[in-house]
């Protein structure tokens, strides 16, 4: 052993000497690659290199030297390479591909010996080495080398990360488990198939699982920091059950609470009207979510209004996500990809809203290859498509759907309705493209148009239309960058043509455009940082109107436009405190300014708003600043794991909202308009704290969520009794803004696979809102809290699927709902000869309660792979129980006597055949 000890160390001496005494070389080189570099260096040098050819590839560099010494140069030319060099008897240099050759042993290579060791302890780096042997016995492993190692570094642990794409199709693989075999280390890929993961120096058995993905085990040596870019296949293997256990604890694990994720794939078997498959109307069967009715537009979450809701399609907003009255939703579901909604802790990044963010991405396009879905109805057809424009580089994704049959609204309880029609279409376009590894860029359009006509001298048509750009940028491995640009905008037009001389065309339209600049920063594995700034520029047409026809005596009249600037800046930081808790936490600073040009209705201080107090109007010119409202907002989650499936959530956050809807209606309506906070008008405020338990049973088969919330509001925009909001110039004497609160607790248990599958709903829920003031005709239900138009105690969903086989399976949907709050007449009373009604407080009363039973049988083709298109039958009976659910309550004079009546809008069962196939 001794004699074996010296010879290392006389060989390690002289290694050490040649390299102190090797030959200096000078050469230059202009755009040359690896090897032709090296073949100089042999020509005018007795250097001889020893490598594989395939390691340097076609890479070309340019230098000069002089007089240099030969590690020097080395060192120049394999930067930014995985090659190390070892020069050998001073003349023989052998290159090495991510690893380093080591000419002397480590210190505690035959075993410890104990020592006093009175200075500071260093960190002892050990060679790197691979059982090749072993290696070779597993064959069916893939082994990938990652870094360029370096035998000075101090480094115990590196950080891997990349993307995975689907291999056929190009697409990001999302939320795809990646783990450490032998260890508790593991990750999830993100909606841009993104991952990072820190592993240990040296060799590591990864092994990656997803829902239709083929599992894959792989073996990665790491030497430093790297990327490994993967491409995983397809798997078509027919099974009665595929477990993935990489995202089925999300619920448990993740900080945010109140968030609800649907999966696109999974609501077709859902029974709903007409067997339109539908995102929004599918979120309505979950906890918190609701909405004022059968066929009402908008969505009230956790006792907020309808225009405290957030909805973006690639990141630009939707003002009207309805069609047909509200019974269909504006957004087509075979377009549509990741659906997220936050209605507890929103994250930091959004803002301009109170309630919830509905976060809604259009998937991208196929590169290898071209596809498409298309369904047939009774009333809607639906196509997409998509096709490469650039294969496995760029593809193109287009999808539209319309409306073809006026049948529904002849079959409606109404005989107003009879002979009125509707239609609608909408249209949307996404194209995708892969610049290279480190840039991707997305564009997408959207336009949808719904025009009907409810008597026959008036025509309504309202339209959505946006636009969306987003750029993706990685810096590196652990800062990542979106650069986003979007324009939206709603406008609706009613034309008035009838037999008398009031004819006119009605226009209102609201345009905004927002920039974006969204940032993460993977500090460590227990730090990742978000932030960004955003600014959104408001432009309101309040509305105008013009006679039409030379006869018509209508006035011309048009409201100025408002402007309005709202912009922010964001930053939250996950942190992984250790393995039990992890914190969320965010701040967004947002700043409002209301824009000139304006004319300003300027109010005497302390008094009622209205044509008494007025006191002079301001003016002030284009983009002048008439005031400016904003402040901090808070968004804080914490999760804290009682178990490896047990987890108890808080959250708190404060909001601002600088833009609200003028309505008297109970359900939005297509004529509803929004109005700027200006000097007369304040945002609306509101902060929201939550509590909740998550737990899952028998291996994440089973989901239950307990959450409880209560949310405090103020300037809340209401509206006086017989207020004129449409085309008021005065807008601010007919409306009142006050206080609201909502608390309430949700409950759901899910089970997401399985022969029997499905989730059971429950929330109870109060939402109250109070307008008090010392000036009487401010003050509604004498200054008290009173419910709102949405409040609904109870709400009770059940979705249940059963599979029969993997080809058929049925479907049941029921709902029970609380009826909404109205006003009644209670009485009449005689003033100057004239009978008038006397109405209880508002929303004293309440119309029946709402109950639904849906059930649909569906049938898939066949499942074999070598097929040009695969179907889908959906049969299903809307409303079983054929309960004449009321739509709402009206009140009529027919002889001096005042009935009640009211309207429903399916009182009826509703069979329909819907025919589906994907290609």
């Known amino acids: 052993m001794k004699k074996f000890l010296t010879t290392v160390l006389l060989l390690g001496l002289n290694l050490m000497v040649a390299q102190e005494n090797l030959p200096k070389i000078s050469l230059s080189f202009d755009n040359a690659t690896t090897s032709e570099v090296i073949r100089q260096i042999e020509e005018i040098s007795d250097f001889r290199f020893y490598f594989q050819k395939d390691w340097l590839g076609d890479r070309r560099i340019s230098g000069s030297y002089d007089n240099a010494d030969i590690n020097d140069v080395l060192d120049t030319l394999f930067k930014d390479t995985v090659i190390n060099f070892y020069v050998l008897n001073g003349s023989q240099i052998i290159l090495t591909r991510n690893n380093v050759i080591y000419d002397s042993l480590p210190e505690d290579f035959f075993g410890k010996e104990e020592q ?119 798997d078509f293997e027919a099974l009665d059950e595929v477990v993935v256990e990489g995202n089925k604890a999300r619920n448990v694990e993740q900080a945010i609470t109140g968030v609800t994720q649907i999966a696109v794939e999974e609501i077709k078997t859902i029974p709903l009207v007409l067997g339109e498959r539908d995102i929004l109307k599918t979120a309505i069967t979950l906890p918190g979510i609701s909405n004022a009715g059968e066929g009402a537009a908008g969505y009230n979450v956790r006792g907020g209004r309808t225009d405290q809701n957030l909805i973006l399609l690639d990141n630009a907003v939707i003002y009207n996500p309805s069609h047909f009255f509200g019974i269909f939703s504006a957004l087509n579901p075979f377009t549509s990809g990741a659906v997220n909604i936050y209605k507890g802790s929103i994250p930091s990044e959004f803002g301009g809203r109170l309630s919830s963010v509905f976060d809604i991405s259009t998937k991208d396009a196929n590169t290898e290859k071209f596809g498409g879905e298309a369904s047939i109805g009774p009333v809607t057809s639906n196509i997409t498509l998509e096709t490469p424009i650039i294969k496995g580089k760029s593809a193109l994704l287009v999808g539209g759907r319309a409306t073809y049959s006026d049948w529904i609204l002849r079959s409606l309880d109404d005989e107003s309705l009879n002979n009125s029609k509707a239609s609608f279409y909408d249209v949307v376009a996404k194209y995708n493209h892969q610049i290279n590894e480190n840039n991707d860029i997305r564009a997408t359009g959207y336009y949808s148009r719904d025009e009907f006509s409810i008597t026959s001298d008036s025509i309504f048509n309202y339209s959505n239309r946006l636009l969306s750009l987003e750029w993706d940028h990685k810096f590196n491995e652990k800062n990542t960058a979106s650069a986003i640009l979007s324009n939206s905008e709603y406008r609706f037009n009613i034309g008035f043509d009838g037999e008398s001389d009031n004819d006119f065309d009605l226009g209102y339209k609201i345009n905004e455009t927002e920039f974006k600049l969204k940032m993460k920063f993977l500090y460590s594995n227990e730090h990742t940082i978000d932030y960004g700034i955003s600014t959104k520029l408001y432009q309101v047409d309040p509305g105008n109107i013009d006679p039409e026809g030379p006869e018509s005596i209508v006035t011309p009249l048009a409201i ?49 708003l209205n044509s008494g107090t007025f006191v002079e109007t301001q003016e002030f010119d284009k983009n002048e600043i008439i005031e400016t409202f904003g402040g901090p907002e808070v968004r804080v989650s914490a999760r804290y794991l009682l178990g490896p499936d047990f987890s108890v959530k808080a959250s708190y956050n404060n909001t601002f909202q600088y833009i609200h809807t003028l309505s008297s209606n109970t359900t939005v309506s297509p004529t509803d308009t929004w109005k700027l906070s200006d000097l007369n008008i304040d945002p609306q405020e509101a902060n929201q704290v939550s509590l909740g338990l998550y737990k899952n049973f028998n291996g994440n088969m089973y989901e239950l969520s307990l959450e409880g919330y209560y949310k405090r509001s103020k300037n809340i925009l209401d509206f006086k009794v017989g207020a004129q909001l449409l085309l008021n110039e005065e807008i601010e004497t007919e409306v009142l803004q006050g206080d609201g609160k909502a608390y309430g607790i949700e409950f759901l248990i899910k089970k997401p696979e399985g022969r029997l599958n499905g989730w059971l709903g429950y929330t109870y829920s109060r939402s109250f809102v109070k307008l008090d003031s010392e000036f009487s005709e401010e003050r509604v239900n004498s200054g008290d809290y009173f419910p709102s138009n949405f409040d609904k105690p109870h709400d009770v969903s059940l979705v249940a699927n059963y599979k029969f086989t993997r080809r058929f399976s049925a479907s049941a949907n029921f709902v029970y709902q609380t009826g909404r709050p109205v006003t009644f007449p209670i009485g009449s009373y005689t003033f100057n000869n004239a009978e008038f009604v006397f109405y209880s407080d508002r929303n004293q009363f309440r119309i029946p309660d709402y109950y639904r039973l849906d059930l649909s049988f569906n049938m898939e083709g066949n499942h074999k792979i070598k097929k040009f298109a695969h179907s889908f039958w959906n049969f299903s009976i809307y409303n079983v129980l054929g309960r004449n659910n009321p739509y709402s309550v009206f009140f009529v004079t027919e002889n001096g006597e005042l009935k009640a009546f009211q309207s429903s809008i399916f009182s009826i069962p509703v069979p329909t055949i819907t025919y589906n196939f994907k290609f």
């Open 560 to 608: 100025p436009e408002e402007r309005g600037l709202e912009s922010a800046a964001f930053i939250s930081d996950s942190y992984t405190v250790n393995d039990k808790l992890l914190i969320d936490a965010g701040l967004r600073y947002s700043v409002y300014a209301a824009l000139g040009a304006s004319s300003q209705r300027i109010y005497e201080e302390g008094g009622p």
């Open 116 to 234: 006093v060791v009175e200075q500071e302890e260093e960190i002892k780096i050990n060679p790197l080495f691979y059982n090749e042997q072993q290696a070779q016995e597993r064959r069916r492993v893939e082994t990938f080398r990652i870094g360029k190692e370096n035998k000075n570094s101090r480094q115990r642990r590196y950080t891997l990360s990349g993307v995975v794409k689907n291999i056929k199709t190009g697409e990001p693989i999302a939320d795809l488990a990646v783990v450490v075999i032998g260890s508790r280390a593991g990750t999830s890929t993100d909606n841009n198939g993104f991952y990072k993961i820190e592993l240990p120096a040296g060799l590591n058995t990864l092994e990656t699982s997803a829902l239709g993905i083929e599992t894959s085990r792989l073996r990665v040596i790491i030497y430093n920091d790297g990327e490994l870019n993967l491409n995983l296949n397809e």
